[in-house]
């Protein structure tokens, strides 16, 4: 059955996938088993409470829907206002998605982790989720990543700079010296054993952007905004624990890493036994 199945991946049904129009993918880094896994998994249920915006840690100026999923920015002048997550996570590898409409964000729009006591307002305009030694950001209008009140570094800059040199087109370069226009859903991948934090786009890992996080904290998913009427979505997708991933899930990987995006519509017709079939359509 191998062989079939290797043929099959191999043959005319694994052609012809388009490349992506977006700019993201050359700026993909390879990823451990344990993220490729979690990237690729179906995400947990809506109603998980990890997917909840807190109602005490926010700013005043920050207004939470009823299912807590959601907060909006009330119009205020002057003010830097963040909301963390309800839930942190001292320990494992988690993954969260964060929706925020790029025509809605302004300037300082700011998504990472916090730590419990981290400050969720302040007076001026200003970045807030970095701004101190207990908050860990990546601003989105300029890419710049934020800790300690300082920037740090441009991401995922190095990235686009290796590519920059690879092409002798000076237009080109022009291009990827501006900062990105970061799409409207960014998935923050929290690897508190390892104490790291990195981000996907567009399903591609852009790599680590924060190391040496403090071990044994918990750590909760953090925005900060000074644009009114900013709405912004929290869903954790899924985790999983220090433990290697078991081999079933990572030869479903594979198979559905070969197949391709537009292949994966076309697990049913893979030579594989029901039973194969249905765990690569209900787990990926």
Not at 175 to 191: K, M, N
Request: proline fraction near 7%.
């Amino acid at each position: 059955m191998g062989l079939i199945l290797s043929a099959w991946l191999n043959g005319p049904a694994a052609d012809g996938v388009p490349s992506s129009s977006s700019a993201f993918p050359p700026l993909a880094v390879p990823t451990s088993s344990r993220v490729a896994l979690i990237l690729n998994s179906s995400a947990v249920s809506p109603g998980d409470r990890r997917s909840h915006w807190s109602s005490q840690h926010h700013s005043p100026h920050f207004q939470l829907s009823q299912c807590k999923q959601e907060v909006t920015r009330a119009p205020a002048e002057l003010s830097s206002d963040g909301v963390r997550a309800e839930v942190g996570v001292e320990s494992g590898l988690h993954v969260w998605e964060v929706t925020w409409n790029p025509e809605h964000r302004g300037s300082h729009a700011v998504i990472g982790i916090s730590r419990q006591d981290c400050p969720l307002q302040d007076s001026g305009y200003k970045v807030l989720v970095g701004g101190d030694s207990l908050s860990w950001g990546w601003e989105l209008q300029t890419n710049q990543l934020w800790h300690g009140g300082e920037t740090l570094a441009c991401f995922p800059c190095e990235r686009r700079g290796s590519l920059r040199l690879k092409s002798s087109n000076s237009l080109h370069s022009k291009e990827t010296d501006a900062p990105l226009r970061i799409p409207e859903r960014v998935q923050l991948v929290l690897d508190a054993d390892a104490g790291t934090l990195g981000f996907a786009v567009h399903g591609s890992f852009l790599g680590v952007a924060f190391r040496d996080l403090p071990p044994g904290v918990e750590l909760f998913p953090a925005v900060s905004s000074v644009r009114g009427g900013a709405r912004i979505v929290l869903r954790y997708l899924n985790g999983t624990t220090r433990n290697p991933p078991a081999l079933k899930a990572l030869c479903g990987l594979s198979i559905l890493q070969n197949l391709g995006q537009q292949g994966q519509n076309q697990v049913d017709k893979l030579p594989l036994p029901p039973l194969l079939q249905h765990y690569l359509l209900s787990s990926f």
